[in-house]
């Protein structure tokens, strides 16, 4: 069979530069590069930012469904980045370092961890490498030589890009939004207001934490700069998708295709070096926000949620990643305590069903084959499910549409269960739910702050059935009230037999 042939529906993502659902055709035949914007380690990753690693993670697996090869690097913002996307105010990570008096290299360590044990909590997978921004200050500074002598010039402050000097700034935001740029920044001296930091000078009474010498004086990168010279360093330019959450369509990203395009200009000698539109990746993606009632999900706002507290109220991490596929990565999500348990409770299902199933298999093995030896060989009743499932998920990575059919699989009548097992397995590779592996007692998590054991809960229940049975309803019944006073639902009849579950604060 040619590699096509498995290939069933072909695989079409939305790029944000054409704003249109595009074939995807690798570069190098075979084989994907991604670069997505990581995390700035100046406090814990909230839910928000996790849902944009999910979306890559999401992008990686159905690249992977599709037989690619990927290479997927992922950034660790270790230095310098405003408190918005300006070039003036307080730095992040020198502000936290001071706010905790600790170093912020200690800041930095500490949260980059943190955020690793998200990733790995909700099952995704590790990228092909992390590249930390600390890292290539040197190759930053060779870079900004290289474009300074013709798009860059220098203020007090720094060294700034003239966003003039490339065709087309801000294409990727949908044309230059000047108002936009004055607002968020009141840098005086600037040519326009669109142009940004290349290279922030320290100011000269105060001793930064960390700053290097450059030629044009002590100082920090500008946070963009870092992400066009790590993909270059560890991709090449142009390689295939740079990802980001939907803020960074506006001014981070426009900001790298500019510095790309300066350094693709002056220096270019990659592939596709004579390629017009030169933006340093051929697909630009975004995934939507994360929201609350409150608006939009964010770190400088404060207070924010994280998969710490959300494990510690008793969520299992996986729970929020499968909110997170319940809803198309371009579409707003919001977050909800009522939200999440109710996808706790599909998981549940879920686990439950594919539990059941396993029992059944008694001792099969189940693997999850490659797509092209599963359409050969799969039951004729659930071939349909397999094209339906690999459409959606060629279809720009609709998960929405993909998860039902998970559960169609489970209650699938006259199809043996290994043969079902097998399609789940499958399908899991690409939503990476652990559904094979997950059982009912991993999901069911103690909250931090819980005042009950499972098994002081487990004995007022037998006690209440007890009751009931001696037609003691009175009793029965104030057994319930005290469970529930100490955030026990107390749940009769459920039919999966999950008699009780802690109520989420
Ligand atoms: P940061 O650590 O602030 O640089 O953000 C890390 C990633 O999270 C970036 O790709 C952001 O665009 C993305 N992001 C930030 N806030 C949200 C949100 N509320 N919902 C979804 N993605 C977000
Ligand atoms: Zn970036």
Redesign the pocket.
């Known amino acids: 069979m040619s590699d096509d042939q498995h290939i069933a529906a072909p695989l079409r993502l939305f790029n944000s530069l054409t704003r249109t659902i595009e074939p995807f055709v690798p570069i190098e035949p075979g084989h994907a590069r991604i670069y997505s914007?990581?995390?700035?380690v100046y406090n814990y990753?909230h839910l928000?930012?996790l849902?944009?690693y999910v979306f890559t993670d999401t992008l990686r697996r159905t690249l992977l469904w599709k037989a690619l090869a990927v290479t997927h690097v992922i950034n660790i913002?270790d230095v310098g980045h405003l408190t918005s996307d300006a070039d003036a105010g307080d730095d992040k990570m020198e502000a936290a370092a001071r706010a905790s008096a600790k170093s912020i290299w200690d800041i930095a360590a500490h949260y980059t961890t943190a955020f690793k044990q998200n990733i790995a909590d909700l099952n995704i997978i590790a990228p092909s490498e992390w590249t930390v921004a600390t890292d290539y200050v040197p190759q930053m500074i060779a870079f900004a030589e290289k474009i300074a002598p013709d798009h860059c010039y220098e203020l007090e402050s720094g060294l700034y890009f003239d966003s003039a000097s490339v065709p087309d700034y801000g294409a990727l935001a949908g044309g230059r939004d000047d108002a936009a740029h004055a607002r968020i920044d009141p840098v005086a001296g600037k040519r326009n207001a669109s142009d940004f930091a290349i290279w922030r000078k320290s100011p000269p009474d105060e001793q930064r934490q960390m700053e290097w010498d450059s030629p044009w004086g002590k100082g920090a990168p500008g946070w963009h700069l870092e992400c066009s010279v790590m993909s270059q360093a560890r991709l090449g330019h142009p390689f295939d998708i740079h990802t980001?959450?939907?803020?960074?369509r506006e001014i981070h990203h426009p900001n790298e295709i500019a510095q790309n395009q300066a350094f693709h200009a002056c220096c270019g000698s990659d592939v596709g070096a004579a390629e017009a539109g030169f933006t340093g990746a051929r697909w630009w993606m975004h995934?939507n926000?994360?929201?609350d009632r409150s608006g939009?999900?964010?770190?400088s706002k404060g207070s924010f949620t994280t998969l710490f507290s959300l494990i510690d109220a008793g969520v299992h991490p996986l729970a929020y990643r499968l909110l997170c596929l319940g809803a198309h990565y371009r579409s707003e999500l919001e977050f909800s305590a009522e939200g999440v348990a109710a996808t706790l409770t599909r998981l549940k299902r879920l686990v439950m069903g594919i539990d059941n199933l396993k029992t059944r298999a008694e001792g099969v093995t189940w693997q999850s084959p490659r797509i092209d030896y599963l359409r050969a060989n799969l039951h004729p009743k659930l071939t349909p499910l397999l094209e339906q499932f690999d459409a959606a998920m060629a279809d720009d990575l609709m998960t929405p549409r993909a998860l039902p059919l998970l559960e169609e699989v489970v209650a699938m009548k006259k199809v043996p269960v290994d043969e079902r097992l097998c399609l789940l397995a499958a399908f899991d590779t690409a939503l990476g739910l652990n559904l094979l592996t997950l059982t009912r007692a991993d999901l069911r998590l103690r909250p931090k702050d819980a005042q009950i054991t499972a098994d002081e809960i487990e004995a007022e229940l037998d006690r209440r059935t007890a009751a009931r049975a001696d037609k003691d309803f009175a009793l029965s019944d104030a057994i319930r009230d005290a469970l529930i006073a100490r955030g026990v639902e107390v749940m009769d009849g459920d039919p999966l037999r999950w008699d009780w579950r802690l109520t989420l604060a």
């Open positions: 914007c990581g995390p700035t990753a928000g930012n849902r944009a913002t980001g959450g939907i803020d960074h995934n926000f994360l929201v939009k999900m964010s770190k």
